[in-house]
């Protein structure tokens, strides 16, 4: 197979992995493909080597940005949101961000988590049936949580998961257009975090004022990490959420022993997160030396993508990997938050957010079942983070 001709990302269901991948997997783990904008990549599909590239220093997000790079794609993030964190840590904001979202935070309490995903899910039910759960619970539910996290008013909740859906399009529109939708926050963003207006009690609101304090961002900077955080908090969050749904309406032997023995929660979600396919792009590195990995030779400026959906059916790594397995001891290494110097900071407030919320589904609606066949949902195209167009189902 000469994977080079190929245009990776092969497709955008969120319901199966495209079987070149699996054959890439077992027969060349680093293969050279063509990213969506034409230019030359290196695609990873093995477990094991995608954990080596998180934690080698000389695969770099942050060169990913840079406009001399290679690009995944056309339509590409503000330089400085790239490498958000990164520059939140250098600023001395880090501390900041891991107050609102890190293990312990206390801005959504887990309780009023749980009331409001029974309050959606309810809701859900009194809608005419069938109805869409991702448009009347995780998209709801995932702008409650989001909202209260950021500090954002929940009444514009709406146009930002609309900014947001345009932002994560990839690939279908030139770099012209990706800025024009990304000015959409740039009109948002300065009035709600205008100087001695930012809101209080919230992620954003306290970027904000402690970055003026101290001085060390630019309005312009403030606004970009801003937007990023937005994406974050909204995009990924309500993708997992809405495959994960699918997950368990696709076994509903494993819904039902999630409802009846709870604390099988923890070890579930990792299993589910496993499980769940969402980063059609994956996620991109640029290599800034010359790396040996496995047979592959990479040179330094090569892009590579890693693809770290298909690590979590890697045979090598998980015994049986298709099968949802709630007692798997090594779930929780799959790669759903990344790895390495780049795991995801808010990786445990996420997995008490995807828990709290599937628990509460599944209590509050023993009966929920699909109204249409799983395997035949439609699929947006063109997508950062996979996304069904809905997800229809009977309360």
């Not at 900041?96 to 959504?108: A, I, L």
């Not at 009194?126 to 995932?142: K, W």
């Not at 909202?147 to 012209?176: H, I, K, M, Y």
């Not at 890697?314 to 790895?339: I, N, V």
Request: aromatic share 6%; net charge negative.
């Amino acid at each position: 197979m000469d994977a080079s001709t190929l245009t990776f990302p092969f497709g955008y269901r969120g319901d199966e992995l495209p079987a070149v991948l699996r054959r890439l997997q077992a027969e060349e783990p680093v293969a050279r493909v063509k990213a969506a904008d034409g230019a030359p990549a290196w695609l990873v599909t093995s477990y094991e080597l995608i954990c080596t590239i998180l934690r080698d220093t000389r695969f770099s997000l942050s060169r990913t940005a840079d406009q001399l790079s290679a690009q995944r794609d056309p339509a590409g993030f503000p330089p400085v949101a790239v490498r958000s964190m990164r520059t939140l840590t250098e600023c001395g904001l880090r501390d900041e961000v891991m107050r609102h979202m890190g293990p312990g935070q206390q801005t959504v309490p887990t309780s009023w988590m749980a009331d409001r995903a029974r309050q959606r899910a309810a809701e859900m039910a009194r809608q005419p049936q069938p109805v869409d759960l991702l448009a009347h619970f995780a998209r709801p539910f995932t702008l409650d949580v989001a909202c209260r996290q950021l500090g954002v008013p929940r009444e514009d909740g709406d146009f930002l998961a609309e900014q947001v859906e345009e932002d994560l399009n990839f690939g279908a529109r030139s770099t012209r257009q990706g800025e024009e939708v990304w000015a959409g926050f740039y009109t948002y963003l300065p009035k709600l975090l205008a100087p001695g207006k930012e809101p209080g009690g919230g992620l954003l609101g306290d970027i904000a004022k402690a970055a003026r304090e101290r001085q060390v961002l630019s309005e312009q900077t403030l606004v970009d990490l801003s937007a990023m955080l937005v994406i974050s908090a909204v995009g990924n969050p309500m993708a997992v959420l809405t495959s994960a749904s699918r997950l368990l309406l696709r076994h509903p032997a494993v819904a039902r022993r999630l409802r009846a023995e709870p604390e099988l929660w923890p070890a579930g979600v990792d299993e589910l997160l496993r499980h769940v396919i969402t980063v059609g792009g994956g996620l991109a590195r640029v290599a800034t030396e010359d790396v040996q990995l496995g047979d592959a030779s990479i040179e330094a400026g090569d892009l590579v993508l890693i693809a770290t959906d298909v690590a979590g059916f890697d045979p090598a790594a998980y015994a049986d990997p298709e099968r949802l397995d709630l007692e798997r001891p090594d779930a929780a290494g799959h790669l759903a938050f990344g790895g390495g110097r780049h795991y995801c900071p808010a990786s445990q407030f996420n997995r008490t957010v995807l828990a709290t919320a599937l628990e509460a589904l599944l209590t509050t609606l023993p009966d929920l079942r699909p109204a249409a066949p799983l395997d035949e949902l439609e699929w947006l195209p063109d997508r950062h983070v996979l996304l069904p167009r809905a997800l229809p189902v009977t309360c």
